[in-house]
């Protein structure tokens, strides 16, 4: 009797590596990728229906959160949303790229675990900002001292384009417009059916004193005597008198160069600061 006959039930070995491990390896590596574009989905490859479902419904649930609740209209919310995003992915991603199985099977290599925050970088793009756009968010930067203190140059901030298209334009609001060739942001001073005047660096809307708390000079009075003093002007319906709070060298509807605005010219609301050079600005709202 030959003790050296073949054994039928044996597995062949490639490169050193059963075939079902290493099919159960590149299953686990199918399923990280996976996980990285879409939380749970690497899980139900993988046949952890629990978990996977319970993942997607979270994932789902972040989804909703910017459409069609929109609640990036707040700077905290935007912070979670993003933070709940990336580490719902990183658990996802490296639950099934490490998950145990029986028997053992090889481990991927190193280089998949330092390529997962690669991975959830380009997911966290191809989902999250689409979506950002879709709701009606946009992310602009501040590039003139018109502004300050309320915009500061090189912030950059939220606007909401959809915050007018159920809301009415009001006094003192800050708008994102489009002028001639170029965007900028003003602050709403008068309305249609208003008249409003300046006198001394004063202003008078119908009459009445305003208080602009808001509002800096950077010049002595008397340096610019066309803005210190203007009018009256009386503002068609359908059309805005803007100004820049930093009124001494901001171009605005105080010049006929610049005058009144139309409605159609309003991009959206600025809402919010998310980055600036200026310390102790990111989180700050615009009002």
């Known amino acids: 009797m030959s003790d050296s006959a073949p054994n039928s039930a044996a597995l062949p070995i490639v490169d050193g590596v059963p075939p079902q491990q290493s099919a159960d390896t590149k299953r686990q590596l199918s399923a990280a990728l996976f996980s990285a574009f879409l939380p749970g989905a690497g899980q139900l490859l993988l046949g952890q229906r629990r978990k ?10 972040l989804i909703s959160c910017i459409f069609p609740l929109r609640l990036p209209r707040s700077f905290v919310a935007l912070i979670l949303i993003v933070w709940t995003w990336l580490g719902l992915s990183i658990y996802a991603l490296c639950a099934a790229l490490l998950k145990r199985r029986i028997p053992p099977v090889r481990r991927p290599s190193k280089w998949w675990l330092l390529s997962m925050p690669l991975l959830v970088y380009v997911g966290f793009n191809l989902i999250f900002t689409p979506l950002f756009l879709v709701s009606g968010f ?8 018109a502004m300050e203190k309320t915009l500061l140059t090189g912030d950059q901030f939220i606007i ?3 915050y007018y298209r159920n809301k009415p334009v009001t006094r ?3 708008v994102l417009m489009h002028r001639k060739d170029y965007q900028t942001v003003k ?7 208003d008249t409003i005047e300046g006198k001394n660096r004063q202003i008078l809307l119908n ?3 305003v208080d602009e708390p808001f ?8 340096s610019n005597p066309e803005q210190d003093s203007f009018g009256p002007v009386t503002v068609p319906a359908g059309r805005y008198f803007v100004m820049g709070d930093n ?14 605005i139309d409605a159609q010219a309003i991009v959206g609301k600025p809402l919010y600061i998310y980055r600036s050079p200026t310390k102790g600005r990111v989180g700050k709202k615009l009002y």
């Open 187 to 193: 602050r709403i001073v008068a309305i249609g059916g």
């Open 52 to 61: 996977g479902i319970v993942l997607l419904v979270v994932f789902v649930a």
């Open 207 to 209: 009459g009445q004193l």
């Open 215 to 222: 509002i800096q000079h950077a010049l002595s009075q008397g």
């Open 172 to 174: 003192n609001d800050l």
């Open 247 to 260: 009124r001494d060298v901001s171009l605005d509807s105080r010049t006929p160069d610049f005058g009144l």
């Open 138 to 145: 946009r992310a602009r930067k501040f590039g003139s001292s």
């Open 160 to 162: 909401d384009e959809n």
